[in-house]
Nanobody, 124 residues
Framework: QVQLVESGGGLVQAGGSLRLSCAAS????????MGWFRQAPGKERMFVAA????????YYASSVKGRFTISRDNAKNTVALQMSSLKPEDTAVYYC?????????????????WGQGTQVTVSS
């Protein structure tokens, strides 16, 4: 099993920046990819970004590309999401995810492990 713990959420004004972090523990050697999803009230969970553990390739939702940057530290088993130029529509609970396989990064069912989530609120 793998446990994921997010940190770094909070309240920020529109146009501001925030950095989310996620620490993985347990059978981390089984992880092939990590990423982030988000869920706003009354909406489905939406893919935000993902990164391949081995080669570092990154994947982004079109709505965040150019504003968000995902990075990893394999030695520390962590992944981070640097969010800039935040908009009120970025307000959501952000979930860290991890997958044992590779390929369908954009789909929630692809991921084997989920964190508890951290709230990000962007005020206008």
């Amino acid at each position: 099993q793998v446990q994921l713990v997010e940190s770094g959420g909070g309240l920020v004004q529109a146009g501001g920046s925030l950095r989310l972090s996620c620490a993985a523990s347990g059978r981390t050697f089984s992880i092939n990819a990590m990423g982030w999803f988000r869920q706003a009230p009354g909406k489905e969970r939406m893919f935000v970004a993902a990164i391949s553990r081995r080669d570092g390739w990154t994947y982004y939702a079109s709505s965040v590309k150019g504003r968000f940057t995902i990075s990893r530290d394999n030695a520390k088993n962590t992944v981070a999401l640097q969010m800039s130029s935040l908009k009120p529509e970025d307000t959501a609970v952000y979930y860290c995810v991890a997958a044992k396989s590779s390929g369908n990064y954009y789909y929630p069912d692809f991921y084997d492990y989920w964190g508890q989530g951290t709230q990000v609120t962007v005020s206008s």
